[in-house]
C-alpha cells in the first residue's frame, strides 16, 4: 500500500469508541497521512482469496464498505482506503479510497443503533 500510494502509513490496532455515537466502536488496522490531501484516514486492511469479493472494475463486497464507513463515523476522518491482498488466480494487492457517503453513513448508524437498541432490551435483534 505505501509503496503503490506514496503515503505514509501507522499501524494502528486501537479500539476506538465514538464520542458522538457512544454505541459505535471500531478497530483500526492502520492510519495513514495522505500529502495531497493533507488530511488522515483510517486504511482497513483485507486478504480475500477470490477476486470477486475485491473485483478489478466494479465495488468491493458490502460488509468491507460498510466497516470502513463504520471506521470514519468514529474517527470524524472524511476518507479512508481499503486495501486488499487477494489470493486467487494469483496473489496481487488492490486499493481504492472511499470519501464518507452521508447515505451509507446513515444506514449504518440506524442499523447499529437499532442492533444496540434491542441488546438494552434483552430482545434479539431484528434481521
Not at 466494479?58 to 470502513?68: G, R, S, T
Not at 463515523?73 to 457517503?101: E, K, M, N
Amino acid at each position: 500500500f505505501v509503496k503503490k500510494t506514496g503515503r505514509q502509513a501507522e499501524r494502528a490496532q486501537v479500539l476506538l469508541q465514538s464520542t458522538r455515537y457512544p454505541w459505535l466502536g471500531a478497530t483500526l488496522d492502520y492510519s495513514q497521512l495522505d500529502p495531497e490531501r493533507g488530511d488522515v484516514g483510517p486504511i482497513e486492511l483485507k486478504v480475500t482469496g477470490k477476486k470477486a469479493r475485491f473485483p478489478d472494475h466494479d465495488e468491493p463486497v458490502l460488509e468491507f464498505l460498510a466497516q470502513l464507513q463504520q471506521q470514519l463515523l468514529v474517527t470524524g476522518c472524511t476518507w479512508g482506503s481499503l486495501s486488499a491482498v487477494i489470493g486467487q488466480p494469483f496473489v496481487h494487492h488492490r486499493y481504492r479510497d472511499y470519501d464518507l457517503h452521508p447515505g451509507f453513513a446513515e444506514l449504518v448508524l440506524a442499523r447499529t443503533q437499532a442492533f444496540q437498541d434491542s441488546i438494552a432490551a434483552g430482545v434479539p435483534p431484528g434481521l
